[in-house]
């Protein structure tokens, strides 16, 4: 298979902190990687997602991300951060109305409450709003999830309700590249494990 006909394909990958990484994504494949913090993890989310400068190629279904407009691929290779940001004062707010339903049946499979998009932001536990960040990239279906730290805080419960839900999006063939410091859920979750090291990537 050649490396553009994969979902992803990075290629020399480099900027601040980061690089030079290389990987390759096919559809419904899930990369995780752990590492210590300040080996560049976050920082290799936001190259990917083009939110900081940087050098290489990357492909998302054959085509470069210099051909697409920054918010087209930002929608389609979308970032959830550990800490998102909330620029409304209701979650609903947050939503196009198209995706209210939506939004409110990943809600429910998230453990969260049933009126949670009514709620203000204001008011929602740190929990909560983390949940809802990856709520809010999934009603927006995009190709490839970018998630950083996305259980970390949680209870067993919402952790497991958390990975079952990216599970059925990965067979569903969504691609994602995972960090995370919890080894046993790179090994659970994880089709490719790396660990980084000083911005580069190594096999785990």
């Known amino acids: 298979m050649s490396i553009d006909s994969q979902l992803l ?73 550990a800490q998102a940001g909330w620029w409304a004062p209701t979650v609903a707010e947050h939503f196009d109305a198209s995706m ?5 049946t990943l809600a429910t499979r998230l453990l969260l409450p049933g009126d949670v998009l009514e709620r203000e932001v204001r008011g929602l536990s740190t929990g909560e709003r983390q949940r809802l960040a990856l709520v809010r990239a999934l009603a927006r279906q995009p190709d490839i999830l970018l998630l950083d730290e996305p259980t970390s805080g949680l209870d067993p419960e919402a952790v497991s309700a958390v990975e079952a839900l990216l599970a059925e999006r990965a067979r569903g063939g969504l691609g994602m590249i995972m960090v995370t410091h919890d080894g046993s859920q790179a090994r659970r979750m994880g089709d ?5 090291r000083k911005g580069r990537l190594l096999p785990a």
């Open 9 to 81: 394909s990075v290629h020399a990958l480099s900027g601040f902190g980061v690089g030079p990484v290389s990987l390759g994504l096919d559809a419904g494949q899930t990369v995780c990687i752990t590492g210590a913090s300040g080996a560049g993890k976050s920082l290799l989310l936001r190259q990917l997602a083009d939110l900081d400068p940087g050098e290489g190629r990357i492909v998302l279904r054959g085509r470069t991300r210099e051909s697409m407009p920054a918010s087209e691929w930002r929608r389609r290779v979308m970032l959830v951060p």
């Open 100 to 104: 209210i339903d939506s939004a409110t």
């Open 192 to 196: 490719h494990l790396f660990v980084m």
